[in-house]
């Protein structure tokens, strides 16, 4: 079946330093790449929309300038935090739509938990 | 407004049925979703309703009303492992978005 492989499971950063996760589709194309953040007891929650090839769409309340997205081919999606900060500590998770099997094509990676001291 | 509703933790008995119900309002509505995830770990997809009905999955079976805006997630013969957090999640529209539940923390006790 379809596999996002999500890059690293876990870092633990330094204040003001930037962590960069990858999210590769490993056997399909990802047209679509969804970013979501889920904080301790929480449900996901959607931060970024990003389309091979175009600009991310940043939902309400999600800076674009601290979190980065590269979506610049079918298998690869970079999540850039920039300036990181204790308050973003979380867990990142992406989820990819595969084209190939339209409604029932959304494959999540593993998660990364990033811790920021 | 969007709004999905579920309740916030359940417990079970091994071996038991148990059903998670999953309340919806959005403005669209193009199927939803259940997924499983285990403390830590990414959502795992379970399920999938666009019609209205039962979807059985050998123990998992998705039921809904889309009518009502009501699905429900039925466990049977609960192991030990399905201890987790059920989350449902609705598709609005064709943007291929999910909007998500705050997840069901299912606790299965011996």
């Known amino acids: 079946g379809a596999v996002v492989s999500q890059h690293p499971s876990w870092v633990i950063c330094k204040s003001g330093t930037s962590v960069k996760i990858e999210c590769r589709s490993l056997d399909f194309q990802a047209t679509t790449m969804f970013w979501y953040r889920q904080f301790p007891k929480q449900s996901l929650m959607l931060m970024a929309t990003?389309?091979?090839?175009?600009?991310?769409?940043?939902e309400q309340g999600v800076e674009k300038d601290k979190f980065l997205i590269n979506h610049a081919s079918l298998t690869l999606s970079t999540l850039t935090v920039t300036s990181a900060h204790p308050e973003d500590s979380s867990f990142y998770i992406c989820?990819?739509?595969?084209?190939?099997?339209?409604?029932?094509?959304?494959?999540f990676g593993s998660g990364t938990r990033l811790t920021v001291v | 407004g969007q709004n999905i509703d579920q309740p916030t933790e359940m417990t079970a008995t091994e071996g038991a049925i148990v059903q998670i119900n999953c309340t919806y309002q959005?403005?669209?509505?193009?199927?939803l979703f259940w997924y499983q995830q285990h403390a830590g770990e990414a959502p795992t997809f379970l399920s999938y309703?666009?019609l209205d009905g039962l979807e059985e999955k050998g123990r998992f079976s998705s039921f809904l009303s889309r009518s009502k805006g009501y699905s429900y997630l039925l466990l049977k013969e609960l192991q030990m492992k399905d201890s987790a957090s059920y989350l449902c999640?609705?598709?609005?529209?064709?943007?291929?978005?999910?909007?998500w539940g705050a997840g069901t923390k299912l606790i299965i006790k011996p």
């Open positions: 989820s990819a739509r595969d084209r190939r099997t339209g409604i029932y094509g959304y494959t």
């Open positions: 309703n666009v």
């Open positions: 999640a609705v598709r609005e529209n064709s943007n291929y978005q999910l909007i």
């Open positions: 959005t403005s669209g509505f193009n199927g």
């Open positions: 990003s389309n091979e090839g175009s600009k991310a769409t940043y």
